[in-house]
Structures are given as C-alpha cells and as structure tokens.
T-cell receptor, first 112, second 117 residues
C-alpha cells in the first residue's frame, strides 16, 4: 500500500528565501507524482507533474525533482514571495492505479 | 489550461434533505473523475472514483447509498448527498483526469462547502 509523507508539516520563512519542501513515498513503482497548491478554503491547483521516467520539472520559480529509487521528491521554490503562502500537497499515482495518494501537506508561510 | 468547474461553491441545506454537487471538465473529456472530502486543516480523503458509463468505485467506509455518484457524460459527474445530516457538513472537492495529456494530469475543482443545518 502506497504511503506518502511530507516534511515539514509547517514552514515559516522570510520573503526572498529559497526553500525546499520534501515528499517521500513507500512504493517506488509509480506512474507519476504531482505537486499541488491549496489556498485556504479553495480547491487544488496543479503546479508540476513528474512522470515516472523523468527526473525533474520546472515552472517559473518552481522546480520539482523525483528520485524513485529513494522514494523522494522535492519541491524547490526560489525567491519566495508572500503570495506563495499556501499548503503544498504532494500526490503519487502508483503504477496500475487510478487514484492519487496524498501526503498531509506542508503549510507554508512567507513573511514580508 | 485545463479547467474543472464545481457547482455550487457553497450550499446550505436542511437536515434530512438531499443536495447535489456537480463537477464538470470544461475543456477536456474525462472518463475518470474523483470525489474527495476534506476536513478542516486535514488532507483530502478520497470518497470514490467515478467512471463514465459505469458504477462508481467507493473507498472503504464510504456509504454508497448516502453518497450517490453519477457520471453520465464525459464532462460531468455529480455527487448527491442524500438525507443529509449535520455531520455531513464538509468541503467536497472533485477532480478529473485529462487523458489526452501525456502525463494524465489531474485537475481539481474549486470545491463545494456544504453546511447542513
């Protein structure tokens, strides 16, 4: 059974810092991994999707990496801004599965 | 980009009544949609996988007769909460898989706040 863990649960940093959010998963037989952002009381916004065959994906100030062998993914946010404050969720789709398995999320606060 | 629309965004209903929430994929067809429930400050709990033209697959512990799911077309899935009770009050979110996308990206709706009084 796939399990996804995100560390830390909460993170507070000053504006302008670069930061890394961590995601680990127990079963390396994955189809893809997706990072989402959720603002309070809202739905999820897809940030990046990394397919099983890929090592990383980039979008603007965001970079996500994938290391299947160690069961880890990281989301790197460069030059953080107060608008980046949100909960970030990592989700894994295992090979042969339909559904996503979510981590508990990292609640990020960027202080002006 | 791909958009998933959920309606209504907020609904208040009386205890004992039923309420329907719609999930639409606006610019892609989705044979598979998913319904989640989210409790305050918690992650998403998958309720069921909705498959176009066939019965939904419910997660363990989710009452099929209480949470009716219908996926009648490739762009619409509905969740009906029947005989609602205050404990059904929650944030419900749907998602849809864009299978034309090489990565099969999953997109989420904006969610629906249900309050049962």
């Amino acid at each position: 059974k796939q399990e996804v863990t995100q560390i830390p649960a909460a993170l507070s940093v000053p504006e302008g810092e670069n930061l890394v959010l961590n995601c680990s998963f127990t079963d390396s037989a994955i189809y893809n991994l997706q990072w989402f952002r959720q603002d309070p009381g809202k739905g999820l916004t897809s940030l990046l999707l990394i397919q099983s065959s890929q090592r990383e994906q980039t979008s603007g100030r965001l970079n996500a990496s994938l290391d299947k062998s160690s069961g880890r993914s990281t989301l790197y946010i460069a030059a953080s801004q107060p608008g980046d404050s949100a909960t970030y969720l990592c989700a894994v789709r295992s090979r042969g599965a339909q559904k996503l398995v979510f981590g508990q999320g990292t609640r990020l606060t960027i202080n002006p | 980009g791909a958009v998933v629309s959920q309606h209504p965004s907020r609904v208040i209903c009386k205890s004992g009544t039923s309420v329907k929430i719609e999930c639409r994929s606006l610019d892609f067809q989705a044979t598979t949609m998913f319904w989640y429930r989210q409790f305050p400050k918690k992650s998403l709990m998958l309720m069921a996988t909705s498959n176009e033209g066939s019965k939904a697959t419910y997660e363990q512990g989710v009452e099929k007769d209480k949470f009716l799911i219908n996926h009648a077309s490739l762009t619409l899935s509905t969740l009906t909460v029947t005989s609602a009770h205050p404990e059904d009050s929650s944030f419900y979110i749907c998602s849809a898989r864009d299978e034309t996308n090489p990565g099969n990206t999953i997109y989420f709706g904006e969610g629906s706040w249900l309050t049962v009084v």
